[in-house]
Nanobody
Framework: QVQLVESGGALVEPGGSLTLSCAASGILFRGLVMGWHRQASGKQRELVAEITPGGNTNYADFVKGRFTISRDNVNHTIHLQMNSLKPEDTAVYYC????????????WGQGTQVTVSS
């Protein structure tokens, strides 16, 4: 059974930091592109960052220099270190996976809420 379980979402003040984690099971983790997407209220879900099996990363322009994605192929987890958070980063953050040769997302986690507010 495929499971992606996110954790780490919280309320944080602008300029603060937060680390999200996603624990994966039931998938061939080492061979998949893992990613984080987010969806703000009333908006479409958008890509935040992805990391390939080999560790290559891809970031949305709006998080470059602030967020860092990483993966642990032993423990089948990924992390998203988020620094210099802004109110516009407020959203539900979702963990995802896809095959390296396809852009189609094959699975999603349940999401974790990040709220940036003073």
């Amino acid at each position: 059974q495929v499971q992606l379980v996110e954790s780490g979402g919280a309320l944080v003040e602008p300029g603060g930091s937060l680390t999200l984690s996603c624990a994966a099971s039931g998938i061939l983790f080492r061979g998949l592109v893992m990613g984080w997407h987010r969806q703000a209220s009333g908006k479409q879900r958008e890509l935040v960052a992805e990391i390939t099996p080999g560790g290559n990363t891809n970031y949305a322009d709006f998080v470059k220099g602030r967020f860092t994605i990483s993966r642990d192929n032993v423990n089948h987890t990924i992390h998203l270190q988020m620094n210099s958070l802004k109110p516009e980063d407020t959203a539900v953050y979702y963990c995802s996976f896809r095959d390296l040769l396809s852009q189609r997302i094959q699975g999603w986690g349940q999401g974790t809420q990040v709220t940036v507010s003073s």
